[in-house]
């Protein structure tokens, strides 16, 4: 290592690019290998030069940058990085060991279970969790993304160091048009509630549930205090994730997630991109239909609820909406009306604007 760096001039690389240098590295690396098979200290040979560049631990329990399979370490102790390296040193060795083991789905269920429990209300859940527990879910998916780089298998049954929760999994599996799994909720409220505004609501934020973008949804229905969507809230993404979990682990059905894409990205195009598994797409659609059949009794208990409510409270208003739900035609008349209304309010707004630029333009003349 001496003959490779002393003849390195920052002026001319040719001492550090020559014949000599790569020699004195090679003859370096090589030896590390030893006369018994390939095999020094429990580390494998050359063939796994490139397998792990982590953080690791010597005998005295100082951290290392383990490069190669510990052929090259550098030391990180109070004089190099100080306090950060020991929070990271644990983070990285016990830590990831539990996220990536049989420790990985109880942080997914608690990660799943408070951020729609926040949601409820009206906190940003995926903002609060992801403080906690997306520094864990990057960090897996860095260690897949090396592992399977390095030509490392891409099923947990084939290799045992990669992890689950790769922070796409919860994208791909568990965000089905947002926090709680709403992309279900918005579909089925189209085609199964009786109530005008929640299908309003739903036929504006569909668009961009299918984005997993659900603020729309959240503060639009509301979700925010309302109890009788607490359950499929909190239950659906759960029931996405288990499913979502058991094809990766216990069934090794499809790949681990070892690709990053935007959370943004629609779940069925995602699936395939993290995971480079053709297969992750029908896992995903079975997160899909579980996740929506959740939805679907809580939003007729809704229909119920609501006309109950309303036939105690506003008679007269709970007589127009019956009359809007089985008379066909005042149905028509009022759709007709509302259709009406919105044009005569572009219209009027355009007026506005024209009257706006004609006072500009005369302003300026």
């Not at 200290?41 to 490069?67: D, Q, R, V, Y």
């Not at 993290?274 to 297969?279: F, G, K, L």
Request: glycine share 10%; proline share 4%; net charge positive.
């Amino acid at each position: 290592m001496e003959a490779w760096f002393t003849n390195f001039d920052p002026k001319n690389v040719n001492g550090l690019m020559s014949q000599t240098g790569w020699n004195s590295l090679g003859q370096f690396i090589l030896a590390q290998g030893g006369n018994h098979g390939g095999i020094i200290g429990g580390n494998k040979g050359i063939e796994f030069l490139s397998a792990n560049m982590f953080f690791s631990t010597n005998a005295a329990g100082e951290a290392f940058l383990t490069i190669s399979e510990r052929y090259v370490t550098v030391p990180i102790g109070a004089s190099a990085l100080g306090f950060g390296a020991a929070i990271y040193r644990f983070f990285t060795s016990w830590f990831i060991g539990f996220a990536t083991g049989n420790g990985g789905l109880g942080l997914a269920v608690i990660y799943v279970f408070f951020i729609s429990f926040f949601w409820f209300f009206g906190v940003h859940g995926s903002n609060i969790m992801a403080a906690i527990f997306e520094p864990i879910w990057w960090m897996i998916i860095g260690v897949n993304t090396a592992l399977i780089s390095a030509g490392l298998s891409a099923r947990t049954n084939l290799n045992d160091q990669v992890g689950i929760f790769g922070k796409p999994f919860f994208d791909i599996y568990m965000n089905i048009g947002g926090s709680g799994a709403t992309l279900g909720l918005l579909i089925m409220v189209l085609i199964l509630s009786r109530r005008r505004e929640l299908k309003e609501v739903s036929k504006y934020a569909l668009p961009a549930g299918c984005f997993n973008i659900n603020e729309p949804v959240i503060f639009g229905f509301p979700l925010v205090l309302n109890p009788t969507y607490l359950a499929p809230f909190i239950l659906s993404p759960m029931a996405a994730m288990l499913i979502g979990w058991v094809a990766t682990g216990p069934l090794h059905l499809v790949n681990v997630v070892y690709v990053t894409v935007p959370w943004t990205t629609p779940w069925f195009l995602g699936a395939i991109l993290v995971t480079v598994d053709p297969m992750a797409i029908l896992v995903a659609l079975i997160c899909f239909v579980v996740s929506t059949a959740i939805w679907v009794p809580f939003i007729l208990l809704d229909n119920m609820t609501y006309y109950r409510k309303l036939k105690k409270t506003d008679p007269a208003a709970y007589e127009e909406e019956m009359k809007y739900l089985h008379d066909k035609e005042y149905r028509n008349q009022v759709k007709a009306e509302a259709k009406a209304e919105k044009n005569q309010a572009k219209a009027d707004l355009k007026k506005v604007r024209e009257a706006k630029k004609a006072e500009h333009h005369s302003a300026k003349k």
